[in-house]
C-alpha cells in the first residue's frame, strides 16, 4: 500500500520517505521536515494518535494528513486536536487524494482553497 500510494502521489509531490511505522515517520518527518506528511491511523507503533503528536513538535510546519477507513467522531477529533489539518477516507482515488493534500497545504500555510467543479 506505501509504495504504491508512494507511486501515484509522485506525479504530485517529492516523496522524501516511506515510513513503515510511527517510529519511521517521525524520524523522517523530523529528518526532511516534509511540507506534508500522510498519516494511517492504524499504522504499527503506534499509528497516528503517536505519530501526529511527535510530528507536531519535532516538525511544525509539517502538515498532517490522516488517510483512515475508521472515521469514529472520537478518533477524528482526537487527531485534529493533536495537529492533524485534515481526515481522509480510504479508497479515494489517486487525483482525488492529491487534490485533498494541497488543499490541507494550502489550508496550513494560511492560503484560500480553491473550489473545483
Known amino acids: 500500500m506505501r509504495s504504491v500510494l508512494g507511486s501515484q502521489l509522485s506525479d504530485s509531490f517529492r516523496i522524501v520517505g516511506v ?6 515517520a517521525i524520524a ?24 501526529v503528536v511527535e510530528i507536531d513538535t519535532r516538525s511544525p510546519d509539517t502538515c498532517m ?8 467522531h472520537q478518533i477524528v ?12 477516507r480510504k479508497g479515494i482515488g489517486a487525483d482525488q487524494l492529491s487534490k485533498m493534500l494541497a488543499d490541507a497545504l494550502a489550508v496550513k500555510s ?8
Not at 515510513?19 to 519511521?24: F, I, L, N, S
Not at 494528513?65 to 469514529?72: A, N, Q, R, T, Y
Open 19 to 24: 515510513g513503515e511505522d510511527a517510529t519511521e
Open 28 to 51: 523522517l518527518a523530523e529528518q526532511h521536515r516534509p511540507d506534508v506528511a500522510l498519516l494511517d491511523v492504524e499504522m504499527p507503533g503506534g499509528g497516528a494518535r503517536v505519530a
Open 65 to 72: 494528513v490522516i488517510l483512515s477507513g475508521d472515521e469514529s
Open 77 to 88: 477529533l482526537e487527531l485534529l486536536n493533536a495537529g492533524a489539518i485534515a481526515y481522509i
Open 110 to 117: 494560511g492560503l484560500p482553497v480553491r473550489a473545483t467543479a
